[in-house]
């Protein structure tokens, strides 16, 4: 049986609509964040979640150092956030601008205007391929507004309607 090709695989997964996440790390003073879809819960005893990240971003080399991630989870109004953690212009300046977020119980960053957010401690990585799958222990998480989530769906932005 012939695969599909990159193209449709890419089509038919962007039929599956995500959440947005700001992934944030911290290895010694350096803060780093990355826009991350790929991102869902595993189990609840013990609570465990995973983040698939590619292996040339540089937040994969980071998190094989600090084995701790922050999730910002995205409302429906930061798509700009969102376009900013996923753009390697913002790498020229400064990722978190102070007064742009605080700092969790792991020290990564967590951006105040997430609607919800979570901190984990890296428990295992597993190879993907392409990407690796961080899986992460939640050490602490918290809901902060009720705004809708910002959804990713067929590569564009989409909001929640219910
Ligand atoms: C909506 C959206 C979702 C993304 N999800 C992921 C993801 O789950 N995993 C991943 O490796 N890259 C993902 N990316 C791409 C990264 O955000 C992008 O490559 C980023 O610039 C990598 O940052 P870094 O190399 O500075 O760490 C996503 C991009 C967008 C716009």
Same mark, same amino acid.
């Given at each position: 049986?012939? +695969?599909?090709?990159?193209?449709?695989?890419r089509s038919v997964m962007g039929h599956f609509p995500s959440g947005v996440t700001?992934?944030?790390? =911290?290895?010694?003073?350096?803060?780093?964040?990355?826009t991350v879809s790929a991102f869902?819960?595993? !189990?609840?005893?013990?609570?465990?979640?995973?983040?698939?990240?590619?292996?040339?971003?540089?937040?994969?080399?980071?998190?094989?150092? !600090?084995?701790?991630?922050?999730?910002?989870i995205l409302g429906t109004n930061d798509e700009a956030t969102s376009r900013?953690?996923a753009? #390697?212009?913002?790498?020229?300046?400064?990722?978190? +601008?102070?007064? !742009?977020?605080? =700092?969790?119980?792991?020290?990564?960053? =967590?951006?105040?205007?997430?609607i919800?957010?979570?901190?984990?401690?890296?428990?295992?990585?597993? #190879?993907?391929? #392409?990407?690796? =799958?961080?899986?992460?222990?939640?050490?602490? +998480? #918290?809901?902060?507004?009720?705004d809708p989530p910002l959804i990713f769906y067929r590569g564009g932005y989409a909001t929640l309607r219910r």
């Amino acid at each position: 049986m012939a +695969a599909p090709d990159q193209a449709l695989f890419r089509s038919v997964m962007g039929h599956f609509p995500s959440g947005v996440t700001v992934l944030t790390t =911290i290895v010694g003073e350096q803060l780093h964040g990355m826009t991350v879809s790929a991102f869902c819960s595993v !189990s609840l005893e013990p609570l465990l979640v995973l983040a698939t990240i590619e292996k040339t971003t540089r937040m994969h080399a980071l998190l094989l150092e !600090s084995h701790l991630y922050g999730a910002s989870i995205l409302g429906t109004n930061d798509e700009a956030t969102s376009r900013f953690f996923a753009d #390697d212009r913002r790498l020229a300046g400064v990722e978190f +601008a102070p007064g !742009s977020y605080r =700092i969790g119980v792991t020290g990564c960053p =967590i951006l105040p205007q997430a609607i919800a957010f979570l901190e984990a401690r890296v428990q295992a990585v597993y #190879d993907g391929g #392409d990407h690796s =799958i961080f899986l992460g222990e939640v050490v602490n +998480a #918290d809901v902060l507004r009720d705004d809708p989530p910002l959804i990713f769906y067929r590569g564009g932005y989409a909001t929640l309607r219910r």
